[in-house]
């Protein structure tokens, strides 16, 4: 202890930045390597695994009821801009087999709109739909909002009382595509062709159902495709969507420094949404939807080859530093979704005889159980990470302002005030320092000495969960009891995260 360097943490439960909104943990399916098929859909399962009238794979909804999950994201992701609705309803028998594009396989359309929304309900969470806006049309878009909403005389819901669903799903959230802007996709669109399509197709679902919650395509966050699509869209959208993904590219510190180009980009994105809402006089609530994030090396896991990570305890240090962002920016970030929800880069691992939770499994528990309540504006002074970051334009604001070192500190934190209760989510980011911590806590703010400490930790950063470990999970969660030293200070170890859970008197 004598060796760990210093830092301080200053907490106030007077500086309240907004309500965490649990929307923030939620999950993302698609049709994508094993994530629907072996993954949550198994009616196959030679070994008792699978429900036998759903197919739903029960070890697999046990896990995920852990996470407390509000919304799940379907069907894609890149799957859905070439995707037919209408295959993947209806009789089994009768549902076509068609190539699938994104990821160069097949879709068997086994698994489709009804059994999603069935197994949102024996999950316990809602559904979230995105709209093909590649090879679909708005006649498409409309038809799937009245299968799935409308109580009307219609065809469409018709066909899916036909179906054997009599009552409306009452699907809330929408998003208007996916990625549009990427090359990649079906397609592909410049920014203010998508702007203005979408912007006739959010008038129309809305003609169909006022009721319904629209998200609009966003890129990072920070790019000119944001800035044009929010100006046209922001008068009729909810929320505005952006996709990052970190890579460590094998480094430690990259992969833990990553999140930081989520902050600043989510600081940009503020400030293009009250541009928009300038520009077009608005004064409704216009937030982000995060609706795709997570640790992903398309080279050590490949999206045509079912991108299936094997995550080891850096990469939950990262997915606690991105989930330490979405806390600190409560009041612009009201979801985020953690791509994906099984096998695909994924916090859990399935096989035909069991599963296993990977090592960001278990950040993701802790935060969606106990980081809930009002965000605190946390202040950390801590030594900062200045090396090589992706993407690069994190490490090159250290060249002109001092925002790099504050979003690259070691010590990450992010503090939520839950009745009497300060609940601190706290990553010790260095692989080579211990931190004695000095906690400091506002002037109104007495704590308990005794604190409980909620710590995921291995000895190696290289350690990782898999089928065959004997003994239990390398990389888990500790509870145990903690204290304050005499001077208000806790040590983190290195490479660690915990949650703390400090008492007021």
Known sequence: MSNAKT???????????DEVDPRIYSGFTEHMGRCIYGGLYDPNNEHGLAEKDTGFRKDVL????????????????????????????????????RPELAWLSEESNQFGTDEFIEWCRTLGTEPYICLNMGTG????????????NSSANTHYANLRRKNGHEEPYNVKYWSLGNEVWGPWQVGQMEAHDYAKKAYQWAKALRLLDPSIKLISCGETGH???????LKKLAPVVDFHSVHIYTVSEGKHAVNV????????????????????????????????????????DP????????????????????????????????????????????????????????????TTFYP??????????????????????????????????????????????????????????????????????????HFAFGPLAEVQDSIQVYEVWSENLGDGNNFKEKGGEKVGTVSKQGKLDAQGK?????????????KLK
């Open 7 to 17: 830092a301080t943490i200053h907490i106030d439960p007077a500086r309240i930045i």
């Open 62 to 97: 046990e896990v995920l009821r852990e996470l407390d999950i509000p919304l799940v994201r379907y069907p894609g992701g890149n799957f859905v801009s070439s995707y037919r609705w209408q295959d993947g309803v209806g009789p089994r028998e009768h549902r076509p087999r």
């Open 137 to 148: 049309t708005l006649e498409d878009a409309l038809a799937w909002l009245e299968y799935c």
């Open 223 to 229: 790019a000119d495709w944001d800035r044009v699509t």
């Open 257 to 296: 420094m990553g999140p930081a180009a989520a902050e600043k980009a989510l600081e940009i994105t503020r400030s293009l949404i009250d541009l928009a809402k300038i520009e077009s006089g608005l004064s409704k609530p216009l937030t982000v939807c995060f609706d795709e994030w997570n640790v992903w």
């Open 299 to 358: 080279v050590r896991a490949p999206g045509e080859k079912g991108a299936e990570e094997h995550y080891d305890l850096s990469d939950a240090l990262a997915v606690a530093a991105w989930l330490n962002v979405f806390v600190r920016k409560a009041d612009i970030v009201k979801i985020a979704c953690i791509a994906q929800s099984v096998n695909v880069i994924s916090p859990i691992i399935t096989s035909p005889t069991g599963l296993f939770k990977q």
């Open 364 to 437: 993701l528990k802790l935060f969606s159980t106990l980081m809930r309540g009002s965000s605190l504006d946390v202040h950390v002074d801590s030594p900062s990470y200045t090396g090589v970051t992706v993407p690069a334009f994190i490490s090159q604001l250290g060249a002109h302002t001092p925002a790099s070192g504050q979003l690259t500190k070691y010590v990450d934190i992010s503090a939520v005030l839950k009745e009497r209760e300060i609940r601190v989510a706290a990553v010790n980011r260095s692989d080579v320092d211990d931190f004695k911590v």
């Open 490 to 502: 806790y040590l983190l170890k290195k490479h660690s995260f915990q949650v703390m859970v400090f």
